[in-house]
């Protein structure tokens, strides 16, 4: 006798009303600047008069971070935190290879228009905070993020920088939930979990031993790999990013490994201060030009008649 011992139960559906005092729209890792990452819209006007259009890449990103944006819009985010990475740099390690034809303060501009246009399409975010790059997309002359924060407020947002690192609390109704944010994360060589697995364990020893305040979420970014990851009262996240594959030495000898997450996060907090993260993630995608193909040009093969 056969007997099935599958359990099956047929949902209904209830509506449910809750209040989120906290709608944070979360992302990082723009890369404005680069052949790979996020461009503004379909034409970019420089300071010298000249003109850039995105190549089928950025036109891909930029329809996924309107996507994005209007997404964002169902659930009026009244902040906003941008983990850093916003602009590509110089690249000096490969003398300005895969960059487009940018200096600095115009790749701060694209990032600052990036920035605005999603401000002004959710004009419900009351408050912006911005953390500091990684050194490599920056320079030791000036802070891009603090110029692009800067540029924000210039332009009627209201923006903070925060620097490489900051503690950010949150409280309502007597409920205090604090968030570590930083860009800067540490790799994992196999398992993209290791780096925030351990980021929690050692938060939460460090708390135990008074060395550290303690943490409820961890928001990192860099790796351009979305992981979440809950471990007791803690809740690990790395950001995905906004840039598609860099065929750098090390991306391509590791290429499987350094395909990226592409996308963006809200994060909600209901009245209890409990968080629900809805996260935004889009296909990755590869160069078509880099699929080859050959027929037999050559002549057809014969048949040997012996």
Not at 59 to 86: H, T
Not at 109 to 118: E, K, P, R, V
Not at 202 to 220: C, E, Q, T, Y
């Amino acid at each position: 006798m056969n007997q099935d011992s599958s359990t099956v139960f047929s949902g209904k559906p209830v509506r449910l009303s809750l209040n989120y005092p906290f709608r944070i729209a979360v992302f990082s890792d723009l890369h404005a600047g680069s052949q790979y990452g996020l461009f503004p819209g379909d034409f970019f006007k420089t300071r010298f008069g000249s003109g850039l259009t995105p190549n089928e890449g950025q036109k891909i990103l930029w329809e996924y971070f309107l996507d994005y944006s209007e997404v964002c819009k169902k659930y009026k985010p009244n902040m906003l935190i941008v983990l850093g990475d916003l602009i590509a740099g110089q690249n000096k390690k490969n003398a300005g290879g895969y960059l487009l034809n940018v200096d600095l303060e115009e790749q701060c501009d694209m990032a600052t228009l990036i920035l605005s246009w999603f401000l002004s399409r959710n004009n419900t975010v009351k408050e912006t905070v911005i953390l500091q790059s990684t050194p490599y997309h920056d320079s030791i002359d000036m802070s891009a993020d603090e110029r692009v924060a800067l540029n924000l407020k210039d332009a009627g947002f209201n923006t903070k920088y925060i620097g490489e690192w900051s503690y950010i609390d949150l409280e309502y109704n007597n409920i205090t939930k604090r968030i570590f944010a930083s860009h800067h994360s540490n790799r994992s060589t196999t398992y993209p979990a290791t780096a925030i697995n351990k980021d929690i364990l050692f938060f939460s020893s460090n708390a135990g031993n008074n060395k550290l305040p303690k943490v409820d979420i961890i928001l990192r970014a860099h790796n351009h790999n979305y992981v979440e990851l809950r471990d007791g009262d803690i809740v690990g996240i790395q950001l995905p990013a906004w840039q598609f594959f860099v065929p750098y030495d090390k991306a391509v000898k590791s290429f499987p490994m350094f395909q990226p997450d592409i996308g963006g996060l809200m994060l909600l907090f209901d009245e209890d201060m409990e968080l629900n993260i809805k996260t935004f993630m889009y296909p990755n995608f590869v160069n078509p030009a880099r699929f080859l193909k050959y027929r037999n040009i050559y002549g057809v093969e014969k048949k040997c008649l012996l």
